[in-house]
C-alpha cells in the first residue's frame, strides 16, 4: 500500500489523535484553531484510506518481560519469518528492515515462552536464518500510547487533555526485572553476578548489563527524510554521552498493535 505525503496539518492533527483518539472533530478543531470544515474532511479522509487508525492498545502485562529481538535472514527469506512472528500474540511489533535481510520484533513474554520462540527461530527455519540476538528490556521510558509527533504546542496538548511536564524528565518506575536485581543487592551489594542471577532468576547477561552502567537504549524515530536523520545523529545526539549508535532504516512496517503496513526508521543508541 502506498501511503500519501503528510503536509504539517496532516500531521499536527495525526498528533492530536495520539492524545485524544477519541476527540471529537469540535474538539480538534478547537484545540488546534483549525477551521470545523478542514478537519472534519482531512479526519475522514486519513481513517478512509487508513492512513491513520485509531485503536485501543492492551496494557501491558507487567510480570512479563520485553526483548528486543533481531533475526538476519538470507536473502528473500524475511516475509517468512516475518509472518510468523506476526502470528505470535506475544509480539507486538514487528518490521523489515529497508536492506530486505533483518527483522526486528518486540517480544513480551516470559522467560519460558522467550527461549522457545528463539529456540524455533534458529532451529525450524534454520536454511533462513542466520543469526538471531535478543536483549532483554529493562526500563521501557515510553509505551506506543505515549509516543507524539512533533508540532503540538503545550497549551494545544493540554487542551486535549495530556499533561505536560514543566520540571523535566521524570524516570519511569522500575520494572519487575530490575526490582529483582535490586533487591538481591540491596541485601548484599557486593554479590557476584552469577549469585545475583541465581537469587533473582534474571539471565546472568541481563544481571550484568543492569549492573556495570553500560546499556543500549533503543529508539523508534519517525523522520520525513534522510536529511532530518543525519541532523538527528550528528546534532540531536552529539551532545549526549553516547558511545556509538547503529541504524536500522525500516523498509517495512509487518505488525503494530491494530495496524499492518507502514514506513519508518529506528535508531539503537
Not at 71 to 80: E, Y
Not at 169 to 184: C, M
Request: with cysteine.
Amino acid at each position: 500500500m502506498a501511503y500519501p505525503l503528510l503536509d504539517e496539518v496532516d500531521r499536527r492533527l495525526i498528533g492530536a489523535l495520539q492524545v485524544d483518539g477519541r476527540a471529537s472533530p469540535e474538539q480538534l478543531a478547537d484545540a488546534l484553531e483549525l477551521p470545523l470544515r478542514t478537519v472534519t474532511r482531512l479526519l475522514a479522509a486519513l481513517l478512509r484510506d487508513g492512513t491513520v487508525r485509531v485503536t485501543a492498545v492492551p496494557p501491558r502485562d507487567p510480570g512479563q518481560r520485553a526483548s528486543v529481538v533481531r533475526v538476519t535472514v538470507r536473502r528473500g527469506k524475511a516475509d517468512a519469518i516475518a509472518a510468523a512472528l506476526a502470528r505470535r500474540a506475544d509480539v507486538p511489533f514487528v518490521d523489515v528492515a529497508s536492506t530486505g535481510e533483518e527483522v526486528g520484533a518486540f517480544v513480551v513474554a516470559g522467560d519460558g515462552a522467550r527461549s522457545r520462540l528463539l529456540t524455533d527461530l534458529a532451529g525450524q527455519v534454520a536454511d533462513a536464518v542466520t543469526d538471531v540476538t535478543a536483549q532483554t528490556v529493562l526500563r521501557i521510558h515510553a509505551e506506543a500510547h505515549q509516543w507524539r509527533l512533533p508540532g503540538l504546542g503545550k497549551q494545544v496538548r493540554e487542551a486535549l487533555g495530556d499533561p505536560v511536564r514543566s520540571h523535566g524528565f521524570v524516570p519511569p518506575a522500575a520494572d519487575e526485572t530490575e526490582a529483582r536485581i535490586r533487591a538481591v543487592l540491596e541485601a548484599d551489594g557486593r554479590a557476584g553476578t552469577a549469585t545475583v542471577a541465581a537469587r533473582s532468576g534474571v539471565p546472568a547477561t541481563t544481571v550484568r548489563l543492569a549492573t556495570t552502567g553500560i546499556a543500549n537504549l533503543h529508539v523508534a524515530v519517525w523522520l520525513p527524510d534522510l536529511d532530518a536523520l543525519y541532523e538527528f545523529l550528528t546534532a540531536d545526539l552529539a551532545g549526549l554521552d553516547v558511545s556509538a549508535a547503529e541504524t536500522i532504516l525500516i523498509g517495512r512496517v509487518i505488525k503494530r498493535p491494530g495496524l499492518a503496513g507502514g514506513r519508518a526508521c529506528q535508531a539503537g543508541a
